[in-house]
C-alpha cells in the first residue's frame, strides 16, 4: 500500500471512531439522535462572539414597552427551557424591513421589530421566541457546524493524501467555524430542524403558559405576508410552506396537554 493511501486511510478511521463517540446525542422531547462534532463550550463561545458581533452592527428599539414586553414573554419561556447554564438575553433590534428573530447557543435572542406585524400579540411572540429558543436547546447550530465540518474534513482527506494531513485538516475546521459564525443568524436550517424546532417550540410555550393552538394563526399571517412583495427574511433561514403548517397543527393536541396541565 503506498503512503497516501495510508494516510488517507487512518484520517478517515480517525473520523469514524471520532463519529462514533459523538453521535450518542439526542434532542429534548424529540429524542431525534444527532451528528455533534462540537462541544457545548464551544458551540456557546460562538453564540456569544456572534451575538457581540451582531450588536455593533444594528440599531435596538428604544420602545420601553416593547422591549418590557419581548422580556417578559422571552424570560418566560427561558424559565421553562430548563438551562440554568444559559445566559438569558432579549433583545428588540429597530428594524421594520427585517422580518426575522433569532436564539444563539448560550441564550442570546433577538427579534426584529419587523416580524411584530406577523406576531401580532403576545401568544404569536411567544410561538417565534419558543421556537427560536428550540433551536438552540436541540443544538441545531452545532448540527448544521458538524455537517459542515464533516464535509470540509472529507475534501480535507483528499488534499491530505497529496500533501500534509494535519495542515489540510486544520485549514478545513477553520473553514468550517468561520461560515459557522454565522450559524443561527444566516444560514437556513434544515426541513428536519425546522419540523423539531415546531414540535418542541409549541411544548415550551404551552409550559410557559402559552395556548399553542394560537400558533397557527402566526403561522398563515406569515404565509401570507410571503405572497406578496418580496420574500420574508425568517422563511430564508426557517424554511415554511402548507407542508410545515398542516405538520404544525397535527403537533398541537401532544403540546396542548403541558398547557392543559400548566393551567390546572
Ligand atoms: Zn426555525
Redesign the pocket.
Known amino acids: 500500500m503506498n503512503k497516501n493511501r495510508q494516510k488517507f486511510n487512518k484520517i478517515f478511521l480517525i473520523l469514524f471512531l471520532f463519529l462514533f463517540l459523538i453521535s450518542c446525542a439526542g434532542s429534548p422531547y424529540t429524542g431525534r439522535r444527532q451528528f455533534l462534532m462540537i462541544s457545548s463550550e464551544q458551540e456557546v463561545a460562538l453564540g456569544e462572539q456572534a451575538y457581540n458581533d451582531m450588536l455593533l452592527k444594528v440599531k435596538l428599539s428604544k420602545d420601553k414597552d416593547l422591549v418590557e414586553m419581548v422580556n417578559r414573554v422571552g424570560n418566560r419561556i427561558a424559565k421553562v427551557a430548563e438551562r440554568p447554564d444559559y445566559n438569558w438575553e432579549f433583545s428588540v433590534i429597530d428594524d421594520d424591513n427585517v422580518a426575522n428573530a433569532f436564539a444563539l447557543p448560550g441564550g442570546k435572542t433577538a427579534v426584529y421589530t419587523g416580524i411584530l406585524k406577523y406576531t401580532a400579540d403576545e401568544n404569536g411572540l411567544a410561538f417565534v421566541l419558543a421556537?427560536?429558543i428550540a433551536?438552540a436547546l436541540a443544538r441545531h447550530g452545532a448540527e448544521r457546524m458538524s455537517q459542515m465540518m464533516l464535509l470540509q474534513l472529507g475534501q480535507a482527506g483528499i488534499g491530505a493524501a497529496l500533501y500534509s494531513e494535519s495542515e489540510a485538516t486544520q485549514i478545513a475546521v477553520s473553514q468550517a467555524y468561520n461560515i459557522a459564525s454565522t450559524v443561527g443568524i444566516t444560514l437556513p436550517?434544515s426541513r428536519t430542524?425546522?419540523y423539531e424546532?415546531?414540535h418542541i417550540g409549541l411544548i415550551l410555550m404551552a409550559k410557559a403558559g402559552y395556548d399553542p393552538k394560537t400558533a397557527t394563526a402566526f403561522f398563515k399571517r406569515m404565509l401570507a405576508g410571503n405572497s406578496g412583495g418580496r420574500p420574508l427574511e425568517i422563511l430564508s433561514?426557517?424554511p415554511a410552506d402548507d407542508k410545515r403548517l398542516a405538520e404544525l397543527q397535527a403537533l398541537i393536541p401532544e403540546a396542548r396537554k403541558y398547557y392543559k396541565k400548566r393551567k390546572n
Request: glycine residues 0%; proline residues 0%.
Open positions: 421556537h427560536e433551536h436550517y430542524q425546522e424546532a415546531d433561514t426557517h
